[in-house]
């Protein structure tokens, strides 16, 4: 059988749809499928005519693919918890799995050690991450009230807190903070100043560093434009961040970042009952010496202020200059977040348009797994139908009736052969035929029996009206 109107060679279909490779004694062992089976085209593929398209035309793009594949795969990681020295259970959490692997641990930032663990929720089944303070004994009970008011916030750049409470089962006095999981993000020091980043911008000795290993001013408005926005949120509800730290501010996407360990602070000091006026203002100032370190790309920037100035001066705008100044000079009397915010003007315009764009690209790729979903529904229904054994003690039941028609529609579909015999692989034929079933169409085609001799002309409209009703009669039998 040929396919009528398909021009041959026009599509192409790549990769197997599972991996397989042969154990000693030649057992062949089957492997889940991977990601890193699609890959992008081929350089012999990708000159092809306007009216041709490739496999991955049909899906969404690798690079997102390959993240969300990598995420999910995150989040079902697990550890032997016995093995890592972790309790079974703490509190409604379970299955922890350490996020901070670094053998000495810093106290610089909380004045405890800290370590983050992924665990699952057992009332909800969601995953979350847990921050425990080690070594923190919680004297006044009040303290635990501190964090009602960052549960209330919900922002896009801050990591959302669920709920802290104390714990012995790790056999210490432990603080424990619940926060939104969010899987496979790495620090802000860890993308610009950990061993990756050091290794991408190594200095050859003698020799200065470029503007390529700079970060991009516009990258630099971004992450200013999105912690002002989490800092308006915080300061609006009468509460001040404290901790505006590159080890504890999130990159969970793309240039995308997120005020991490909200509400640590708040407890560790409660008992010194900070003035939250000046700790806002210490919001600002901390802010400002972030940029300046990320301008410098250096985490000692800020102790020769004027160098570093000098170097901002060089490698960026008047604007972002004037910017870091200014949120690192003496408040007088008060510096407010709606100041800064009116100086950002026209660059949240551009991150406005910015994010928009990421956002339709999204759309569209969203759009083309829409179309996939659908299909992959209607190829259910054909498996549940074709080639079932018996169906209401009658053995012949997928062969006979409407459901003979669906087989030849099948085979018409996925089993079409060449002039040569060779089977032909079309995906476009495939999905066209399939789009036009699931549409109901009132187009004709012409099934073939598998002997030849018969043949039937029916409309997608009747195949779609055999195969909704063959799947009724499966389902009525329940
Ligand atoms: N809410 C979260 N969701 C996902 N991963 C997180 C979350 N919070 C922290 N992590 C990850 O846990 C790891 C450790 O975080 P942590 O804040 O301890 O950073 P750190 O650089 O080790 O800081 P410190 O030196 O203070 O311990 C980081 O890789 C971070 O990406």
């Not at 000692?300 to 972002?320: F, P, R």
Request: hydrophobic letters at 35%; one cysteine or more; glycine letters at 6%.
């Amino acid at each position: 059988m040929s396919i009528p109107g398909a021009v041959p060679g026009n599509y192409y279909a790549e990769g197997s749809m599972n991996n397989y490779y042969f154990q000693g004694g030649g057992t062949m062992v089957q492997q889940p499928l991977q990601y890193h089976l699609y890959n992008t085209p081929l350089p012999h593929v990708s000159n092809l005519s306007p009216h041709q398209k490739t496999i991955h035309g049909f899906f969404i793009s690798d690079s997102l693919r390959e993240e969300l594949h990598r995420k999910n795969e995150m989040i079902l990681q697990t550890v032997n918890a016995q093995e890592y020295g972790l309790p079974e259970e703490l509190h409604e959490y379970h299955s922890l799995y350490p996020l901070d692997l670094t053998q000495e641990k810093s106290t610089e930032v909380f004045g405890y050690q800290s370590s983050v663990y992924k665990c699952m929720c057992s009332v909800d089944g969601r995953t979350y991450a847990l921050r425990r303070i080690e070594g923190f004994r919680l004297t006044n009970e009040q303290a635990m009230q501190t964090i009602d008011g960052w549960r209330r916030i919900k922002h896009a750049n801050i990591v959302s807190i669920k709920e802290a409470f104390t714990s012995k089962a790790f056999g210490d006095h432990s603080l424990i903070f619940v926060y939104d999981y969010h899987p496979c993000s790495k620090t802000l020091y860890d993308v610009h100043f950990g061993p990756q980043a050091q290794l991408a911008s190594q200095v050859v000795v003698g020799v200065p560093k470029t503007s390529d290993h700079i970060i991009h001013e516009r990258i630099l408005w971004s992450y200013l434009i999105q912690l002002t926005s989490a800092l308006k949120k915080i300061h609006s509800v009468g509460l001040a961040a404290r901790l505006i730290d590159p080890t504890k501010i999130l990159v969970t996407g793309k240039n995308r970042i997120r005020l991490n360990c909200c509400g640590v602070m708040d407890m560790l000091t409660f008992d010194s009952a900070p003035n939250v006026a000046h700790l806002q203002q210490d919001d600002i100032l901390n802010l400002g010496q972030l940029m300046m370190t990320l301008a410098c790309k250096s985490l000692t920037a800020t102790h020769n202020i004027s160098k570093s100035v000098e170097y901002i001066t060089q490698h960026y705008s008047q604007d972002l200059k004037n910017m870091i100044l200014y949120l690192m000079s003496q408040p007088v009397p008060m510096k407010t977040v709606d100041q800064i915010i009116t100086m950002l003007g026209p660059r949240v315009l551009q991150e406005i348009n910015d994010v928009q764009n990421a956002n339709d690209i999204l759309e569209s790729d969203l759009g083309r797994e829409l179309e996939n979903g659908r299909l992959v529904r209607l190829l259910m229904k054909f498996g549940f139908i074709n080639e079932r054994p018996e169906f209401d003690m009658d053995p012949a039941w997928s062969e006979t009736g409407d459901r003979y028609i669906i087989k030849l529609f099948r085979d018409y579909v996925f089993h079409q052969v060449d002039e040569a015999g060779l089977p032909v692989l079309d995906v476009a034929h495939v999905l066209t035929c399939l789009n036009k079933l699931d549409a109901g169409v009132d187009e004709k085609i012409v099934l073939m029996s598998r002997d030849e001799l018969s043949c039937l002309i029916v409309s997608y409209r009747e195949i779609k009206a055999c195969i909704e009703s063959a799947f009724r009669d499966l389902s009525k039998s329940k």
